[in-house]
Structure formats: structure tokens, C-alpha cells
């Protein structure tokens, strides 16, 4: 509780509400790193994972290639980009994407591949295209694992997106790593809070969005089983 | 899921392992500050137990040097062992000793008998934490005052790696640039990039201010001189930076470091720091010898062949000593 009370003492004060370098303006650049960084893994990992879910090509290379590029580090990732590509938005970039890849990419892969033979048989019979059967039945029956990579990811990121801070860049790892490098140690509780708290939204954000966009009868489904 | 969970510790690990090696080196005396830690406890470990049969330390009648666990320290004890053992006398190294809350206490209770220090930093990071000395000898005359009484600095080279304000040869000739005042004119048009720290140091943001009337564009929180500060510089991410002043970039590429005209930034001279139970005047006498020779471009020179080079350490010292006739 002391933890608590002392990073909350940091981040309830007036001061560090205000100016260039204020909560606010961090939160909204931290968000924006995260969010540009997620739409872009998102783009390309939501289509490959239906396209290898559906038609079962090339599953086993590519899940394990994702499962492998999931050991990448991130920081040495960062700091091999500002040697190679300087200062660039991909600098920041590329490494957050490839970070939010693989848990989408897998997690649509499962979730497509995994629905029912019996349904799919059930969407062919009934004449449906190759399209019509992605679209209308295992995307939405999908849907539950798909949230659950999108979740993935974004925790990952929104986490992770701290790392910006070391290359002077803003976010919430700016107060991390400014209040390491001058020892003021409440803003690095503070800020550590900030993105704790942040993450916590991001569950509570999937919780409702999994409520509005699951199908009800597969949510039925779910509780009854 | 156990993958990307331990994934995110190690990510986080990495970042503590990062800053925390960020924020320990508010000396300025190294460009490798970040190596870990870790050495030094093993090392002081094995040089605390001095029944340990295989260490070379105190009473065995050989002298030791110690250094710090970065580049610069260790090609500087090489220096002083080489010449050491060129007058007869036989000197041993004990090399990466970790920072100086390591391996102070050690040549302090005479385990080991020459370091290779900074006087600034020895200054400021443990003799007196609140000193506001500057200049070398200012600087010198406090050591010498209030160093414990079983120490003492010998004479201080003229090599200084201290922090500076550095600028790319590009941008020193289009504004004819040689100190830090000459930035007055154009210093609101500029980015400063510096370590995270350097917005509250007395002698960062605050220190170029009160002493030359700077107030730049606006400040990049970057890393100790390593290799974001160097890329930003190179990149122009930021017209300015504080880079130390024997970091090899410099010499690769061609940066300019402006001249601390009102010492804003505390001497960084090399200094031997001697334990002084163990001295006699031979010992002396090649220490100092040394640093009468050893200028900051010397310095710079070897650091650029040890580290980008990755010349020998022995080599680099052996060849600077029989240069200036001390090997």
C-alpha cells in the first residue's frame, strides 16, 4: 500500500498535470505510439491469419515463425534501428509492430482454423463463396479469439511503448527513465502507476468491446458449455 | 502464454538494467557505462579475501593497479602496469573492478594500490559529495585536503574526459563555432541532446544557462554519450549534444567539442589515485611521468583503437609508452 500511496502522491500533484512534458501530453503521445503501432500489426496480421486459418496453407511455418519472432528483444531491436535508420518514425515503429504481430497473428489463426468442420461443411452446403464463409461465419466465430490477440497485443504495447523513451522520445517511459536517471524515484513509481493503470483500461476496454461484438448466440453458447 | 509473459519480464529487466546503469554513471567517465555491473562483485569479492591463494594482492610485494569496467579505465591501468614493469618493478592489473563503490574501498585499504581516476568525478562521487569545485586545480587542491589519509592523487595528466558541448564539424564551420559561448547567437534555433539527468544537473541545462546565457530550442532526454546521442548528433535529430570528450566518435566523425571557457562542466583530468602506504619515489616518478605525456587526444587516439578498433589493450599502451619514451 505504501508503493501505492507514494506513486499516487507523484501523479495526484497539480504540477505534473501541467506544461509540455505534463501527464496529460505523455499519455496522449504514449497512446498514439501504441495505437499507430497496434493499427498497423493489426492490418497485417488480422488478413494473414484468416487467409492461413482458412485455407490451412503454410500453418505450421507461420505460427511457428510467430511464436519464434516472439523472442526477439525489443530494446535491442530499438537501438539497432537508431544505428542503422537514425531517428525515423519506422525507428520506433517497426519494433512495436513486430511485438503486437505474432499474438494477433496466432490467436486469428486458431480461432479460424478451430471453428466447428460441421459449421463449415453446414456454409458450403448452403452455397456460400469462399468469401461469404470467411465473412459471414468464421470471422464472427472467430471473434472471441481474435479480441483475445488484439488484448494480447495491446497490453504488450501499450507496456513496451515505454521503450520510446530511450531514444528521446515522449510516453509514459519518459518519467520512468528521467526520474531513474536523476534519482527522483516517486516519478519513477509515478509513472510506473500510470502505466500499470493504463493496462488495466486496455482489460476493461476488451471486456466491453467482447460484449458488443461477439455474436449473442456464441456468447450463449460459450455459457452454456 | 509463457513465452510472452517472460517476454515482457526480460523486456523489463532490460529497460531497470538500462536506466539504473544510466543513473549510476552521473560521472562522466565513461562511454560504456551501461556494461553491467556484475563483475564488480565478483571481483571485489576475490580481492577482499586476501588469504585467497590466487590473488595477486596486497603484501605479495607486487603492486597493483586496478581498474573500472570500462574501456578507458582498462587501457590506462594497462598503461601504468607497462611502464611499472618497464622500470622493474613488478606491477600487476586487476582489471574491471565495476564502478567506484567497488573498488574505492579496495584501494583504500591498500588491496589495491594504483587506479586510473577522474579527478571531478573522484571528487564529487566520493570525497565530497558536495563540492562545487570546477577547475583542475581546484578541483586537485580539494582532493588533496580531504582525501582519507591513506590516500593520495599524484599529479593530474592534461587528458580530461568530462562531458561537453559537442557539434558536428558541419555545423561548427556554417556558425565559425570553438566554444560554448559562440553558441549564443544560435543556440534558440537549436536542439540540445543530452542524458535524461542533464535537465536537472547543476551543470546541465541550468549550468549553460546561468554560465553562458544559453537557452536552447529545446532538450532531447538521450542516453550516457552512447550510441543514440551519437546517432541523434550524426542524424540531426538534435544541432547539439554532450558527448564526453574522449568518446571515439569523435574522432570518426570529425565532431567538434566546444571549449568549457567558464568551466561549467567540473575538470575530468586522469589522475592516479595511489594507496600510500605502498609508494616509493620510482613509482612516483613513472606515474607521474605518465601523466605529463598523456593528453586528451593521446587518450582519444588508444580509445579509438581499443574500442572501435579492437586493437589489443597491451598493444595500444605499449606503443603510446614508446612513443613518448616511457616503455
Not at chain 2, 44 to 70: E, K, Q
Not at chain 2, 103 to 116: H, L, N
Not at chain 2, 201 to 222: M, Q, V, W
Not at chain 2, 290 to 303: P, R
Amino acid at each position: 500500500m505504501s508503493y501505492f500511496s507514494y506513486a499516487w502522491g507523484w501523479v495526484t500533484q497539480s504540477a505534473h498535470w501541467q506544461g509540455a512534458d505534463s501527464i496529460p501530453h505523455q499519455i496522449l503521445a504514449h497512446l498514439g505510439y501504441s495505437g499507430l503501432a497496434l493499427l498497423i500489426a493489426a492490418v497485417i496480421a488480422i488478413p494473414a491469419g484468416v487467409v492461413i486459418g482458412h485455407t490451412g496453407r503454410g500453418s505450421v511455418t507461420v505460427i511457428n515463425v510467430a511464436n519464434a519472432w516472439r523472442a526477439i528483444p525489443t530494446l535491442g531491436l530499438l537501438i539497432m534501428l537508431v544505428l542503422l535508420l537514425g531517428f525515423s518514425y519506422l525507428t520506433w515503429l517497426v519494433p512495436l509492430v513486430a511485438l503486437g504481430v505474432p499474438p494477433i497473428l496466432v490467436n486469428v489463426y486458431e480461432g479460424v482454423a478451430g471453428v466447428d468442420p460441421g459449421v463449415k461443411d453446414a456454409a458450403r452446403g448452403a452455397g456460400m463463396t469462399a468469401w461469404q464463409q470467411v465473412t459471414r461465419v468464421e470471422v464472427p466465430m472467430a471473434l472471441p479469439l481474435i479480441l483475445v490477440g488484439l488484448r494480447t497485443a495491446t497490453i504488450f504495447v501499450v507496456a513496451t511503448a515505454t521503450l520510446a523513451a530511450q531514444i528521446g522520445l515522449g510516453g509514459l517511459g519518459r518519467f520512468i527513465i528521467d526520474g531513474l536517471a536523476s534519482t527522483d524515484y516517486s516519478q519513477v513509481a509515478g509513472g510506473a502507476l500510470l502505466v500499470i493503470m493504463l493496462a488495466v483500461l486496455v482489460l476493461v476496454f476488451f471486456a466491453i468491446l467482447d460484449r458488443l461484438v461477439v455474436p449473442a448466440g456464441l456468447r450463449k453458447q460459450r455459457r452454456s458449455e | 502464454m509463457f513465452s510472452s509473459r517472460a517476454r515482457i519480464i526480460g523486456g523489463l529487466a532490460a529497460v531497470t538494467v538500462f536506466a539504473v546503469s544510466a543513473c549510476s554513471s552521473s560521472s562522466s567517465s565513461s562511454s560504456s557505462s551501461s556494461t553491467s555491473a556484475a563483475p564488480a562483485t565478483s571481483a571485489s569479492a576475490s580481492t577482499s579475501t586476501s588469504s585467497n591463494p590466487l590473488s595477486n594482492g596486497g603484501g605479495s610485494g607486487s603492486i597493483v593497479v586496478g581498474s573500472a569496467n570500462f574501456p578507458e579505465s582498462e587501457l590506462l591501468a594497462e598503461v601504468y602496469v607497462l611502464a611499472l614493469q618497464a622500470k622493474g618493478i613488478k606491477a600487476t592489473a586487476k582489471l574491471n573492478i565495476g564502478a567506484r563503490e567497488a573498488y574505492y574501498p579496495q584501494v583504500e585499504k591498500g588491496t589495491i594500490a594504483v587506479f586510473p581516476e577522474y579527478n571531478g568525478s573522484l571528487l564529487s562521487g566520493e570525497v565530497d559529495k558536495n563540492t562545487t569545485a570546477k577547475t583542475t586545480s581546484a578541483v586537485d587542491a580539494e582532493l588533496a585536503a580531504k582525501l582519507p589519509s591513506s590516500l593520495e592523487v599524484l599529479n593530474p595528466a592534461s587528458a580530461v574526459d568530462s562531458d561537453s558541448v559537442t557539434v558536428t564539424a558541419a555545423t561548427a564551420a556554417k556558425y565559425h563555432l570553438k566554444t560554448i559561448a559562440d553558441l549564443k547567437p544560435y543556440a534558440a534555433n537549436m536542439v540540445l541532446g543530452a542524458p535524461p539527468e542533464f535537465k536537472t544537473r547543476s551543470d546541465g541545462i541550468a549550468g549553460l544557462k546561468a554560465n553562458y546565457g544559453l537557452t536552447f530550442k529545446s532538450f532531447d532526454p538521450l542516453d550516457e554519450a552512447g550510441p543514440i546521442t551519437i546517432a541523434a548528433l550524426q542524424d540531426g535529430k538534435v544541432q547539439a549534444a554532450d558527448v564526453f570528450t574522449t568518446t571515439p566518435a569523435i574522432l570518426a566523425d570529425h565532431f567538434v567539442v566546444l571549449a568549457d571557457t567558464k568551466a561549467n562542466f567540473a575538470a575530468q583530468n586522469v589522475i592516479p589515485l595511489v594507496y600510500k602506504p605502498d609508494m616509493n619515489p620510482t613509482i612516483i616518478a613513472v606515474l607521474n611521468a605518465i601523466s605529463a605525456k598523456l593528453t586528451t587526444n593521446a587518450l582519444l587516439q588508444m580509445d579509438n583503437a581499443v574500442i572501435t578498433e579492437h586493437a589489443n589493450y597491451s598493444t595500444v599502451a605499449s606503443a603510446f609508452l614508446q612513443a613518448e619514451g616511457l616503455g
